[in-house]
Structure formats: structure tokens, C-alpha cells
T-cell receptor, first 113, second 114 residues
Framework: AQSVTQLDSHVSVSEGTPVLLRCNYS??????LFWYVQHPNKGLQLLLKYTSAATLVKGINGFEAEFKKSETSFHLTKPSAHMSDAAEYFC???????????FGDGTTLTVKP | NAGVTQTPKFRVLKTGQSMTLLCAQDMNHEYMYWYRQDPGMGLRLIHYSVGEGTTAKGEVPDGYNVSRLKKQNFLLGLESAAPSQTSVYFCASSFSGINTGELFFGEGSRLTVL
């Protein structure tokens, strides 16, 4: 069984300040973990993924995430928010078989000028 | 450079009507998926396919059927639409299984059932 919990449904930051979007997972096997971003009225786009290699993963647009097995977390961070980062973010946990993935409920990031 | 294309983008149906959503990908991906997205519920997998001629059920398959007659196309059908099927539907594809492969998404199809 697997599950993913995004701890905040909404996060608001000021432009130029750090971003932290929190994700905890539960899995009975070694998971793969992903973060996707969805801009309004668009499809989802991959930000980064963890697949049992380096625990600190760097993605696009300056985002990174750290896999912490002891804490079962995969939090997404960015040092300095940009207005264009305003979007919805999804944490995803999956296993080896196709289709066996679970999406979090999403976190809406608002960036204030 | 189309990627994943969904048609139609918007549709309004009456209860009991049928319709088909078409997903086409030009990346030669083996795996294709249909998800629905509802407010505050993330994405839920309806059906998926691991190759031409194959389909499998996801988390929420009831009320939907799919077909993958050609590798590049994945069709989602509603035989008798219900208001509970009002949602935004996303098609996705990947080169390998979801565990290792990036998912490429279409821009969504917004369906309203009255």
C-alpha cells in the first residue's frame, strides 16, 4: 500500500523569499517520488524525481527536493520565489508496476509581489 | 512538437448521453493513462495501457471504458454520463512505467454533465 500527504493545501510567500512545500509519504516498498507543477488551465509538468539515486534531487526552475527515508518526507524547496512559480504542485509516489501511482491532493502556491 | 493532445477541450453533456475523449501522443510512448482531477482530490487514475491492444483498470474505472487500438491513441468512453463524472480529464503518456519514467500530460478536457 502507498499514500502521500501534502501537509499544506495553500502556501503564500513573497517574491524573493524561500519556498517550502511539504510532502510525506507512506510505502511498503522502496518508492519513486515525483513533484509536478500545474499552471492554471494547463497539464502537469515534471519538476523533479527521485528514483533511489542521490537523495538530494535538483529539478527545473531552481527547485530541489530531499528524500529523507527516516522521516518519510520529500519536501520541495526553492531559495527565492518568482511570480511565475505561482501554481499548483503535486507530490506523487509510485511503485514499479505501471499505473501504480498515487497523487497528493496538491498545494497551491501564491507568490505576492 | 505536439506531445500529448486531447480532444475535445470542453464538452457539456446531459445525463445519460455518451461521448468519447481522444488522446493522441507523438512520442512513441508505450504507456498511456487517463486521470480525472477533482477539486482538492489530486489526480485519480481511471484506466491505463502498457501497450497497443492492452488496457487495465486504475483506481476509479466504473462508468468508463477505454481502447488502445493504435499505439499513439488512447480513447476514453462514457457510455451513460452521470453528474458525478463532471470533472477535468487528463491523458498522460510515458516511455516506461510510471516508476521510472516522466509522465507527459495533455492540457485537459473539461467535462460537465447536467
Amino acid at each position: 500500500a502507498q499514500s502521500v500527504t501534502q501537509l499544506d493545501s495553500h502556501v503564500s510567500v513573497s517574491e524573493g523569499t524561500p519556498v517550502l512545500l511539504r510532502c510525506n509519504y507512506s510505502s511498503s516498498y522502496s518508492p519513486s517520488l515525483f513533484w509536478y507543477v500545474q499552471h492554471p488551465n494547463k497539464g502537469l509538468q515534471l519538476l523533479l524525481k527521485y528514483t533511489s539515486a542521490a537523495t538530494l534531487v535538483k529539478g527545473i526552475n531552481g527547485f530541489e527536493a530531499e528524500f529523507k527515508k527516516s522521516e518519510t518526507s520529500f519536501h520541495l524547496t526553492k531559495p527565492s520565489a518568482h511570480m511565475s512559480d505561482a501554481a499548483e504542485y503535486f507530490c506523487v509516489v509510485s511503485r514499479a508496476n505501471a499505473g501504480k501511482s498515487t497523487f497528493g491532493d496538491g498545494t497551491t502556491l501564491t507568490v505576492k509581489p | 512538437n505536439a506531445g500529448v493532445t486531447q480532444t475535445p477541450k470542453f464538452r457539456v453533456l446531459k445525463t445519460g448521453q455518451s461521448m468519447t475523449l481522444l488522446c493522441a501522443q507523438d512520442m512513441n510512448h508505450e504507456y498511456m493513462y487517463w486521470y480525472r482531477q477533482d477539486p482538492g482530490m489530486g489526480l485519480r487514475l481511471i484506466h491505463y495501457s502498457v501497450g497497443e491492444g492492452t488496457t487495465a483498470k486504475g483506481e476509479v474505472p466504473d462508468g468508463y471504458n477505454v481502447s488502445r487500438l493504435k499505439k499513439q491513441n488512447f480513447l476514453l468512453g462514457l457510455e451513460s454520463a452521470a453528474p458525478s463524472q463532471t470533472s477535468v480529464y487528463f491523458c498522460a503518456s510515458s516511455f516506461s512505467g510510471i516508476n521510472t519514467g516522466e509522465l507527459f500530460f495533455g492540457e485537459g478536457s473539461r467535462l460537465t454533465v447536467l
